[in-house]
């Protein structure tokens, strides 16, 4: 049933439009990546080689890339996710049972989602893969001298490649794969959390109004704030004002994509990011069950 | 089959959409709604349907109580349902995939018994509002249901299909199943109904048999 | 015609989503600037600790404020959504609910097209400006009580003494900043350049979201593809660019070429030419879809079809 539901979505005129065109914006964003990250690791020396795992973990792992690319992408595709919107009471109606019904919303969310992460998975390791001529997934040696040189840091401090202390202490593998399900769960929270507003509000600009707000309270959290309030850089900054800074940070969306400072433990935000996921998916799905089993299900808006 | 309403209340922040509907329906019969907009006719078939919950009241289908949506029923509500960018046998095949009962065969035949090609290839965003209603009426036909709710099933057609839908509905109540329709056409009401009932302001005020 | 983008004009202005947007982006601006300027200055006078709240208030005078407000990722980024906002919506809507036809039937659709076209254009340049005038006056009216202005004048000034090379402070209006033609101290002069840029910005927005709109029929794809078209642009030129190993260096074709403005950009004609070649571009492409649209309205088609 799913399957069918997703197989009408991606034949949709206008969805194939929107995945061509994220992945059209995609590609040279990628590329862009890989001519500032090759000089970046030749600046290394002799340590200095990118490879696949890199790139994947670097994707994956950098928030202007999500804003750019990949966040603008899935905004652009919440509409055709949250619900069905051509034949909405006729697909209710045939799940049998609101539980059932409840079931398929969700779990067309999260296929959605998933979807969307291998889609540019795939992307990223062809591209970057054929760009290097080198698939290599192994940890390469400029990272360590990255977080040798963070580790004598006292504040915040960023590099291009943001992967913080004590990720090496893991297979590169591992990494990937903690990084990946942390993204995952990121979207599938944004898309849960869009079909829940939709949902109670029968409107589905309200669903993606809220990812947008969420994500422009992100952007001006983590860019716009250089000045006074977030001298987050300087040292010599209070442990107060960083620690409150450090929590505003939390509450965006900046844990599920990316690192704070590579001063950073590895294994604390990544920890922090998957259990935060995990939790806001279970409350947002377990609201848009309950809404399923108790609320009226008669007229998502025509709106989009 | 015997779906019992027992004081049915439907109220959404305050406005009272839906007022003690108790009403008694069996199979073999065709019940008409009829009444001015705003009436109540759309939220009674929602509420029936399951899509929207009651607020009190009960609903009893051979004694036993709606809690989920309802079972064996096709429906026409509000609008025509389709996914435009697919043609009209690719439409129903989409519907069809959910339960797996109903072959090709029988979409082919539910599109030609309302005046559809099954062979046309032209994507349904394209089919004027008539053809649209056609494939209303074959999706809700389709997988032979118990109940059909259809509201204003007879709009925007024309006197051939209209008279050829007539038939198929009643057919319908001969083989045995319970039909709702609500329709602003006296005409549809008179010929098709066995008993009519009026309503107004979320109430029935009346009914004629 | 003229009448014809009149009524559109006003249908645009009078509507309250146009000013809606528009408070929306000035709350988003006072709050830069309450966070920026005034919280750290209010804590530092009672008493905060002088190394962390003085360093942000003392960059806290208006032209500072302009600078940071106009360069703000959010801004830039959100900037082609807004001006799609401003009215290019309409189209959707009128065909959404068949208002259309009801204007078809009376103006024809050459009228009709581009009224809302150039309407569309003239409303997303003037949210542009407007932008513009909200960032000075909110700057200007939260720094004039900033009871270090003085401190505040004196650091700008020794810091713009030592920038003063780079482009990131000079103002210049010609060919590129590194080859001026004529260098403007005057700031207001200097501001009002950048209401003119952003008003260019906002026509070629405008209009591009009235294109999609006329064409695609789907809201999403109509406020999201000014951004995305921003995007591609700069993404795939910087790409092509860099890949032909071109006479330009990579900062400059990410800033000349690129479609966001930045406050260097306000007096540079090569950015300036850009836009014009854009906006003459889409009138052109308007004129060469009229045909294929004014067909897929009146054989009522839409994205998915």
Redesign the interface.
């Given at each position: 049933m799913i399957r069918t539901q997703l197989a009408a979505v991606l034949h949709k005129p206008s969805v194939r439009l929107k995945i061509l065109l994220i992945t059209l914006l995609f590609i040279p964003t990628l590329i862009e990546q890989l001519t500032m990250i090759v000089p970046y690791a030749d600046s290394f020396g002799k340590e200095g080689q990118v490879t696949v795992a890199i790139m994947l973990l670097h994707v994956f792992n950098y928030l202007y890339f999500y804003v750019d690319v990949l966040l603008a992408g899935f905004i652009l595709l919440i509409p055709d996710i949250v619900r069905d919107e051509y034949i909405d009471k006729q697909a209710i109606m045939l799940s049998a049972s609101r539980k059932k019904a409840a079931g398929i919303a969700l779990a067309r969310i999260v296929s959605f989602s998933v979807l969307y992460v291998l889609w540019f998975l795939l992307l990223t390791v062809m591209i970057s893969g054929v760009w290097l001529r080198n698939f290599s997934l192994a940890w390469p040696h400029f990272i360590s001298v990255i977080q040798k040189q963070a580790a004598g840091w006292s504040g915040w401090y960023m590099q291009l490649v943001m992967l913080p202390e004590n990720c090496m202490d893991y297979p590169v593998l591992v990494v990937l794969f903690l990084i990946v399900v942390r993204s995952t769960l990121g979207f599938i929270f944004l898309g849960m959390l869009a079909g829940l507003i939709t949902l109670l509000t029968k409107k589905t600009k309200y669903g993606v109004g809220i990812v947008i707000f969420l994500l422009a309270v992100t952007l001006f959290l983590y860019y716009d704030f250089d000045g006074g309030f977030l001298l987050c850089y300087d040292a010599s900054v209070p442990a107060e004002q960083a620690r409150v800074m450090t929590d505003l940070i939390k509450a965006t969306l900046v844990p599920f994509f990316t690192f704070r400072s590579l001063t950073d433990n590895f294994t604390y935000w990544i920890q922090y990011g998957i259990v935060c996921g995990l939790v806001l998916c279970i409350v947002t799905s377990a609201g848009i069950w309950l809404y399923y089993q108790k609320g009226d299900l008669d007229n998502a808006d025509q709106d989009e | 089959m015997q779906i019992r309403m027992n004081n049915v209340c439907k109220t959404i922040k305050g406005a009272t959409l839906l007022a003690d509907i108790s009403l008694t329906l069996n199979s073999g019969k065709i019940y008409g709604f009829v009444g001015d907009n705003g009436a109540g006719k759309t939220v009674l078939f929602k509420i029936l349907l399951g899509l929207m919950r009651k607020t009190s009241g009960s609903i009893t289908i051979d004694g036993v109580e709606l809690t989920d949506l309802l079972q064996n029923a096709g429906f026409i509500i509000e609008r025509p349902e389709y996914i435009p960018y697919y043609s009209a046998v690719k439409n129903l095949a989409v519907i069809a995939a959910y339960h797996m009962k109903t072959d090709s065969a029988r979409i082919r035949e539910v599109l030609e018994m309302f005046g559809l090609d099954p062979d046309d290839k032209k994507a349904v965003g394209k089919y004027s509002l008539g053809m649209k209603q056609k494939l209303a009426l074959s999706m809700a036909f389709m997988e032979n249901p118990e109940i059909l709710i259809l509201d204003e099933p007879l709009n925007a057609l024309d006197e051939g299909t209209v008279n050829n839908a007539r038939k198929h509905i009643l057919e319908a109540r001969e083989q045995g199943k319970l039909i709702l329709i609500a329709s602003h056409y006296k005409e549809d009401i008179q010929s098709l109904c066995d008993i009519v009932y009026r309503m107004k302001g979320g109430r029935i005020v009346g009914n004629i048999e | 015609m003229r009448y014809c983008i009149y009524l559109d004009f006003k249908r645009g202005l009078t509507n309250k989503r146009f000013w809606a947007v528009l408070g929306s982006v000035s709350f988003?601006f006072l709050?830069?600037v309450i966070?920026?300027?005034v919280?750290?200055?209010t804590h530092y006078y009672y008493g905060g600790?002088e190394?962390?709240?003085l360093?942000?208030?003392r960059?806290?005078t208006s032209q500072g404020e302009i600078e940071?407000l106009s360069n703000?990722?959010?801004f830039s980024?959100?900037f082609p959504f807004l001006c799609a906002a401003a009215y290019a919506y309409t189209i959707i809507d009128d065909r959404?609910q068949g208002y259309y036809i009801q204007q078809l039937q009376r103006i024809g659709f050459p009228k009709y097209y581009w009224g809302k076209l150039i309407a569309s254009g003239l409303l997303g340049g003037l949210f542009g400006a407007l932008c513009m005038v909200v960032i000075c006056l909110v700057s200007m009216l939260f720094t004039a009580w900033n009871p270090f202005i003085r401190e505040a004048v004196d650091f700008c000034a020794g810091w713009d003494a030592l920038y003063r090379d780079t482009t990131s402070i000079s103002r210049y209006v010609g060919w590129g900043s590194g080859r001026a033609y004529c260098n403007i101290t005057s700031s207001v002069v200097w501001y009002f350049l950048g209401g003119v840029k952003y008003f260019v910005m906002g026509v070629l927005y405008g209009l591009l979201a009235s294109m999609i709109a006329f064409l695609?029929d789907?809201?999403?794809?109509m406020y999201?593809g000014p951004?995305?078209y921003l995007?591609?642009q700069d993404?795939?030129l910087?790409?092509f660019l860099?890949l032909l190993h071109t006479v330009f260096s990579r900062p400059v074709v990410t800033e000349r070429f690129s479609l966001r403005s930045g406050r260097i950009l306000y007096g540079d004609l090569y950015h300036y030419f850009l836009l014009f070649f854009m906006i003459a571009l889409l009138l052109n492409l308007a004129k060469l879809l009229q045909y294929r649209i004014e067909r897929f309205y009146m054989?009522?088609?839409?994205?998915?079809?």
């Amino acid at each position: 049933m799913i399957r069918t539901q997703l197989a009408a979505v991606l034949h949709k005129p206008s969805v194939r439009l929107k995945i061509l065109l994220i992945t059209l914006l995609f590609i040279p964003t990628l590329i862009e990546q890989l001519t500032m990250i090759v000089p970046y690791a030749d600046s290394f020396g002799k340590e200095g080689q990118v490879t696949v795992a890199i790139m994947l973990l670097h994707v994956f792992n950098y928030l202007y890339f999500y804003v750019d690319v990949l966040l603008a992408g899935f905004i652009l595709l919440i509409p055709d996710i949250v619900r069905d919107e051509y034949i909405d009471k006729q697909a209710i109606m045939l799940s049998a049972s609101r539980k059932k019904a409840a079931g398929i919303a969700l779990a067309r969310i999260v296929s959605f989602s998933v979807l969307y992460v291998l889609w540019f998975l795939l992307l990223t390791v062809m591209i970057s893969g054929v760009w290097l001529r080198n698939f290599s997934l192994a940890w390469p040696h400029f990272i360590s001298v990255i977080q040798k040189q963070a580790a004598g840091w006292s504040g915040w401090y960023m590099q291009l490649v943001m992967l913080p202390e004590n990720c090496m202490d893991y297979p590169v593998l591992v990494v990937l794969f903690l990084i990946v399900v942390r993204s995952t769960l990121g979207f599938i929270f944004l898309g849960m959390l869009a079909g829940l507003i939709t949902l109670l509000t029968k409107k589905t600009k309200y669903g993606v109004g809220i990812v947008i707000f969420l994500l422009a309270v992100t952007l001006f959290l983590y860019y716009d704030f250089d000045g006074g309030f977030l001298l987050c850089y300087d040292a010599s900054v209070p442990a107060e004002q960083a620690r409150v800074m450090t929590d505003l940070i939390k509450a965006t969306l900046v844990p599920f994509f990316t690192f704070r400072s590579l001063t950073d433990n590895f294994t604390y935000w990544i920890q922090y990011g998957i259990v935060c996921g995990l939790v806001l998916c279970i409350v947002t799905s377990a609201g848009i069950w309950l809404y399923y089993q108790k609320g009226d299900l008669d007229n998502a808006d025509q709106d989009e | 089959m015997q779906i019992r309403m027992n004081n049915v209340c439907k109220t959404i922040k305050g406005a009272t959409l839906l007022a003690d509907i108790s009403l008694t329906l069996n199979s073999g019969k065709i019940y008409g709604f009829v009444g001015d907009n705003g009436a109540g006719k759309t939220v009674l078939f929602k509420i029936l349907l399951g899509l929207m919950r009651k607020t009190s009241g009960s609903i009893t289908i051979d004694g036993v109580e709606l809690t989920d949506l309802l079972q064996n029923a096709g429906f026409i509500i509000e609008r025509p349902e389709y996914i435009p960018y697919y043609s009209a046998v690719k439409n129903l095949a989409v519907i069809a995939a959910y339960h797996m009962k109903t072959d090709s065969a029988r979409i082919r035949e539910v599109l030609e018994m309302f005046g559809l090609d099954p062979d046309d290839k032209k994507a349904v965003g394209k089919y004027s509002l008539g053809m649209k209603q056609k494939l209303a009426l074959s999706m809700a036909f389709m997988e032979n249901p118990e109940i059909l709710i259809l509201d204003e099933p007879l709009n925007a057609l024309d006197e051939g299909t209209v008279n050829n839908a007539r038939k198929h509905i009643l057919e319908a109540r001969e083989q045995g199943k319970l039909i709702l329709i609500a329709s602003h056409y006296k005409e549809d009401i008179q010929s098709l109904c066995d008993i009519v009932y009026r309503m107004k302001g979320g109430r029935i005020v009346g009914n004629i048999e | 015609m003229r009448y014809c983008i009149y009524l559109d004009f006003k249908r645009g202005l009078t509507n309250k989503r146009f000013w809606a947007v528009l408070g929306s982006v000035s709350f988003i601006f006072l709050l830069h600037v309450i966070l920026d300027g005034v919280w750290p200055l209010t804590h530092y006078y009672y008493g905060g600790e002088e190394s962390f709240y003085l360093w942000g208030g003392r960059i806290y005078t208006s032209q500072g404020e302009i600078e940071a407000l106009s360069n703000m990722e959010l801004f830039s980024d959100f900037f082609p959504f807004l001006c799609a906002a401003a009215y290019a919506y309409t189209i959707i809507d009128d065909r959404r609910q068949g208002y259309y036809i009801q204007q078809l039937q009376r103006i024809g659709f050459p009228k009709y097209y581009w009224g809302k076209l150039i309407a569309s254009g003239l409303l997303g340049g003037l949210f542009g400006a407007l932008c513009m005038v909200v960032i000075c006056l909110v700057s200007m009216l939260f720094t004039a009580w900033n009871p270090f202005i003085r401190e505040a004048v004196d650091f700008c000034a020794g810091w713009d003494a030592l920038y003063r090379d780079t482009t990131s402070i000079s103002r210049y209006v010609g060919w590129g900043s590194g080859r001026a033609y004529c260098n403007i101290t005057s700031s207001v002069v200097w501001y009002f350049l950048g209401g003119v840029k952003y008003f260019v910005m906002g026509v070629l927005y405008g209009l591009l979201a009235s294109m999609i709109a006329f064409l695609t029929d789907n809201k999403v794809i109509m406020y999201a593809g000014p951004v995305i078209y921003l995007l591609l642009q700069d993404k795939w030129l910087y790409l092509f660019l860099d890949l032909l190993h071109t006479v330009f260096s990579r900062p400059v074709v990410t800033e000349r070429f690129s479609l966001r403005s930045g406050r260097i950009l306000y007096g540079d004609l090569y950015h300036y030419f850009l836009l014009f070649f854009m906006i003459a571009l889409l009138l052109n492409l308007a004129k060469l879809l009229q045909y294929r649209i004014e067909r897929f309205y009146m054989e009522g088609g839409s994205a998915d079809d």
